[in-house]
């Protein structure tokens, strides 16, 4: 193939040649070869197609992908059939100016074009489509492509759910060696395209997402984050793999970013990559078929995972939730890094070695407040626990012996009393979830000290509101660093250099 690396593949949906061709520009560096989307093209472009090679200077694919297929391309099969024909047609002799292959789907069959292809070497990426599902009999989906030995057969599925990604996973290794692109779409399908060399596939497909070159396919990634995020060109497919587990809010995490940048510049042959799913059972059954070494674990997994777990951390036990996982001989071992990563961010933010003498309001009692409350006690503060279930507050409040209350104004004057240091652990005013602030009813005099778990956005209505106030605030980023900074020495056996995380 192209690079001796794993190639990347940029498709490109501009409506112009020129649009597509200065995006190319903009990302040759992590490109190997591209994908020109003629479906996407304005119709006036549609006949000028034949010049993209040569100008792009790469390797390229043609699609003119059908609506039905997941594309753009609305008119009928005669223009479909007239605008690939043209577009592969007075090819040069010189190989490097005419399209290095064609995607043509499995019901598309013109034996002038493929004879064409064949004279002129351009290589047939024969395809098929499921944009919902995968099929039930994923092997006749797969011969139904191979009708050539010289094509490329590409199935490209979309998985609803974690359990159908290990259907379709199983389902890839045991197929015989031979060229060919396999791939789930969507957010499910993630992995796959992630760990595309691992699926046996000769690239990945990665697309931009702005309003210019929107994404080519769901799930797709933009080709310098498939590099640079992801190791795409740095990583083998035996270098140990790591998963980032919980729901689909994952793919948004900074996890995968922060383990990979560190696993890179401290040279460990190792990639960390969301797999979501909606049940635990779905995702242990992932981490096995990709043979992972160890997974971080976030929401809604971190109290569900405890069953499945051969050994449990006092942490763990004390805490009730698992955020780490680590391959062992006899399953896996599970550890929680929260509460140590909290520990390390807030004395930081606070100059002080231990929370002795200092009252607290603790606000939220969900899985990540357990480990701050845990934290808390064995430093010494006194605390109360406020949450909008009061009954929750309670329980984890009574663990260590401490107060609670309800999260309302009800609790102005217990706050006031607890207020060296107020502690936000609830999911409200995270990017993506409900906004709000959940101290709404409290008025800040400004010598209070404010820790916001959440990180994204860096600043929520609280800590505007507590700044303006005049009070010190911090949000949850180096608590997030700190923590996968643990995950780092239970997998790799020591602890990171300090300034990698
Ligand atoms: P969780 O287990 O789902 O708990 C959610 C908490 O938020 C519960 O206390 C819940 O109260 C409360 N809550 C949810 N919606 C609310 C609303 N509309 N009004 C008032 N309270 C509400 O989640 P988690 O794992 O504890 O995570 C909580 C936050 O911490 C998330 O934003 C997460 O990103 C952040 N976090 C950050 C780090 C870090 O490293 N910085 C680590 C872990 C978590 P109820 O009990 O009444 O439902």
Known sequence: MIAD?????????????????????????????????????????????????????????????????????????????????KALSFASSDARANFAYADLESDFHMATIEDACRTFGTRIIRSVHY???????????????????????????????AAELSRLVAWASGLPKRDRLILGMGDYGFPSRILASRMGSLFCYTSLDNADMPLAAPGQTSP?????????????????????????????????????????????????????????????????????????????????????????????????????????????????????????????FLEREDFKGMKVTLIGAGGAAKSVALSLFRRGAECVVLNRTISTARALARKYGFIWGPLDDRAIEVVTRYSDLIVQATSLGMKGGIDGDPLEFYEFDGHEKVYDLIYKPSKTALLVRAEEAGCRTANGYTMLRYQAAGQYKLWMGELPPSGHY
């Open 224 to 348: 310098e984050s498939f590099v640079e995020t992801y190791r795409g060109r740095d990583t083998k497919v035996d270098s140990d793999l790591y998963a980032l587990l919980g729901d689909r809010s994952i793919l948004s995490s900074l996890s995968p970013s922060l383990h990979n940048t560190a696993f890179r510049s401290l040279k460990k042959d190792a990639l960390l990559v969301p797999m979501p799913s909606e049940t635990i059972e779905e995702a242990l059954e992932n981490l096995g078929l990709f043979n992972v070494k160890g997974a971080a674990i976030t929401v809604p997994h971190k109290e569900a995972v405890l069953p499945y777990l051969s050994f449990q951390s006092t942490d763990v036990q004390r805490i009730g939730a698992c955020n780490t996982l680590v391959a062992r001989e006899g399953g896996w071992a599970g550890y929680n890094t929260d509460a140590d990563g909290f520990e390390r961010s807030v004395l930081e």
């Open 131 to 161: 944009t919902e599902g995968i099929p039930q009999d994923l092997d006749a989906a797969y011969e139904a492509l191979i009708q050539e030995d010289d094509e490329i057969p590409k199935l490209a599925v979309r998985p609803r759910s």
């Open 5 to 85: 690396s794993f190639p990347v593949c940029l498709c490109l949906t501009g409506k112009t040649l020129a649009a597509n061709l200065a995006a190319l520009d903009e990302h040759r560096q992590y490109v190997d070869l591209v994908e020109l989307r003629a479906d996407c093209l304005d119709p006036s472009e549609k006949f000028l197609i034949r010049s993209f090679p040569e100008k792009a200077g790469l390797p390229c694919i043609l699609t003119v992908r059908r609506k039905s297929d997941g594309g753009c391309f609305v008119d009928g099969e005669g223009v479909r059939l007239v605008m690939i024909a």
